[in-house]
């Protein structure tokens, strides 16, 4: 937490107070100048300083605060008649402050009030088969499925500001600027990423190597090869769009021997 920075309330707006943040640089040549760099709104809450001779200065805690509620049903077959199943749906609520100790959400005191959310792992709705089953041949055959709503994330805009003595903050707020140069605040990770699909499969063949056992195993991994997009964060920025996602990588294919001796 930066505990050198505040903020203030405008009281004829209700909001936090928006009078510096960007520095106009001198204009003009020869007389025709104004020879000066002011200070202006940047359309963000301003920091104050409490003590001039520090910038940010931090305090370590365990500030932030975590909670997973959750209901499970299960469903289970035994191995009999040479199969076996086991099934589950989860419905759950995961929410706090943040997902780590390292987080820098607390380092900016204007989001102290958007900081508690939806975690970025909370997952509504996750449900999973796994079935196995014995052929002739000493044969195993198996396969996984399973169907989970989508992960939250953020919209973001990261900037830097100055403070009211003139300090570069590098700063974080959850929301974005409309088309009126406005500044709409959202709270955090209240925007959802597309539920997924996903299969595996992996069939065993059981051998006998002299006076050892062994196997041989084929898996899929991915077997209709979607490329499922998981965004974490996304900053519509001033001049260009910058965002934090990764792709769930393609089908793959594993095979291995095991030999027991």
């Known amino acids: 937490m930066d505990v050198n920075h505040d ?21 003009g040549f020869g007389e025709e100048g104004t020879g000066r760099a002011d200070a202006v709104a940047d359309g963000k809450p301003d920091l104050y300083i409490q003590n001039i001779f520090f910038n940010r200065v931090f305090r370590l805690g365990n500030y932030n605060e975590q909670s997973y509620r959750g209901l499970e049903l299960e469903m289970v077959k035994r191995l009999s008649r040479k199969w076996q199943l086991n099934g589950s749906y989860s419905y759950s609520r995961s929410q706090g402050d943040a997902e780590s100790f390292l987080s820098d959400n607390g380092n900016d005191p204007t989001l102290t009030e958007f900081e508690s959310g939806y975690l970025n792992y909370d997952q509504r709705h996750v449900a999973k088969i796994n079935a196995t089953t014995y052929i002739p041949g000493d044969w195993q055959i198996g396969g996984t499925a399973q169907w989970a709503s989508g992960l939250p994330f953020s919209v973001i805009e990261e900037f830097d500001a100055l403070d009211n003595v003139g300090y570069s903050q590098s700063r974080r707020r959850f929301g974005y600027t409309d088309r009126n140069g406005n500044f709409l605040t959202e709270n955090r990770n209240i925007h959802r990423n ?68």
């Open 194 to 261: 597309h539920a997924a699909y996903v299969f595996n499969a992996r069939a065993r063949k059981s051998f006998v190597i002299g006076k050892a056992s062994a196997g041989a195993f084929f898996e899929v991994f991915n077997i209709l090869n979607s490329d499922d997009l998981r965004v974490y964060t996304i900053d519509p920025g001033r001049y260009a769009l910058q965002t934090d996602e990764v792709r769930q990588f393609g089908r793959r294919f594993q095979f291995g021997i095991q030999i027991d001796f």
């Open 7 to 27: 903020t203030r309330i405008n009281p004829a707006t209700g909001r936090f107070a928006d009078k510096f943040g960007l520095l106009l640089l001198p204009t």
